[in-house]
């Protein structure tokens, strides 16, 4: 009996390609499409306009590929829980956060609910088309980076349960973006030449103050944009259209170029000052998930990331019991911002990550 695969489906080229290849390798493929509700109707994912995911038309593409390939289907109601997810958003920005809602989906949804249905189906490992490799090493799952640098997710994994990773399987991780669109071709795969989503899936036009203010119409953050002196320099609509570091679209003109030191979601104010009052020396994180065998002892020397696009940076790590973490840098870090992950590496494996709280000062 071939191993039975539980392989998330979303309708684009990557979950595609994983599909084709799992099939390939001899694996009984299982395609499953989570649907959100995080659209409305067809119209408003229109191909010229969608960047996101898990839309009407991404549900048929993603049914047309199972087709195509042989291989049972099916569309899961997962609108209540994805429901939490935009909360969790909306609640983060207005706590003077800046939210991270694809950890928070592959934790609670794809590598959560995903395992749960799995299990239902007697799956011997579940898939999804991320960029990311899990690797086998002296009897013991691992979490490594993508071979394609440019499309490596491995930062938005950090938080799976490292007691699944031995049931995890990603098909394109050792693949490039081309080579991956070279596959859907020779398969025959409609989806070759569909655009990567680029948008948060929920907020498909990038207007996600207007959002914040649909699903919190109770809240009134509008406040004033403040020099490090208190000197009030202009008001604004709501902190949730800021985070840190921010230097574009801050809504009054100055003579010098302002960055958005912090965020003060009691006082409704916008800190803003000079890039170089953006460095910080490290961090604190919370609800910090390891990916070894036990949460280190002591000082662990590391690169960490602290957000997606961050190339990372040499740091020491200092556990605590309470499942925190103290973080380090070899050289001041520019714009650590709480509400996103600070992810620890050694070379291209992930050990682990967490929330980031507050920076150092």
């Not at 969608?50 to 590929?65: E, F, H, T």
């Not at 699944?164 to 394109?172: A, G, H, T």
């Not at 979601?265 to 998930?289: H, M, Q």
């Not at 309470?322 to 050289?331: N, S």
Request: overall charge neutral.
């Amino acid at each position: 009996m071939p191993s039975r695969v539980v392989l998330a489906m979303s309708g684009g080229v990557d979950s595609s390609v994983a599909a084709y290849l799992l099939k390939q390798q001899g694996y009984e493929v299982i395609g499953l499409f989570m649907r959100t509700g995080a659209h409305g109707s067809d119209d408003d994912a229109t191909p010229s306009r969608k960047k996101g995911c898990c839309s009407a038309l991404d549900a048929g593409d993603a049914r047309r590929v199972a087709d195509r390939l042989d291989i049972p289907f099916y569309a899961l109601d997962f609108e209540s829980d994805f429901s939490r997810i935009i909360d969790y958003f909306a609640d983060e920005y207005l706590a003077g956060r800046t939210p991270n809602p694809c950890v928070v989906c592959n934790n609670w949804l794809k590598f959560g609910k995903l395992w749960s249905y799995g299990k239902q189906l007697e799956a011997d490992f579940i898939a999804t088309g991320h960029y990311a490799q899990v690797v086998s090493r002296h009897g013991h799952a691992e979490l490594h980076r993508a071979a394609d640098p440019d499309k490596d997710q491995s930062y938005v994994l950090y938080g799976i349960n490292r007691n699944i990773l031995p049931r995890l399987l990603f098909p394109i991780g050792g693949y490039r973006k081309e080579e991956v669109r070279a596959l859907a071709r020779e398969a025959g795969l409609g989806v070759h030449d569909k655009p990567d989503s680029v948008e948060i899936c929920f907020v498909p036009d990038g207007d996600h103050a207007s959002l914040i203010r649909r699903r919190r119409p109770e809240w009134v953050s509008a406040g004033h944009i403040v020099d490090t002196a208190g000197n009030v320099l202009a008001e604004h609509a709501g902190i949730e259209n800021f985070t840190i570091g921010q230097r574009k679209g801050l809504g009054f003109a100055a003579g010098e170029r302002r960055y958005v030191l912090r965020i003060l979601p009691v006082e409704k104010a916008v800190i803003v000052g000079d890039r170089e009052e953006l460095l910080a020396p490290g961090l604190v994180a919370s609800k910090v998930n390891w990916l070894l065998d036990a949460p280190p002892t002591g000082p662990l020397l590391c690169t960490a990331k602290i957000r997606y696009r961050h190339p990372g940076a040499p740091a020491t790590v200092f556990a605590t019991p309470e499942g925190c973490a103290r973080v380090e840098f070899a050289e001041p870090q520019s714009a650590i911002t709480p509400g996103q992950a600070v992810v620890f590496y050694d070379g291209p494996r992930v050990l682990g990550g967490g929330w980031i709280e507050t920076s150092l000062v």
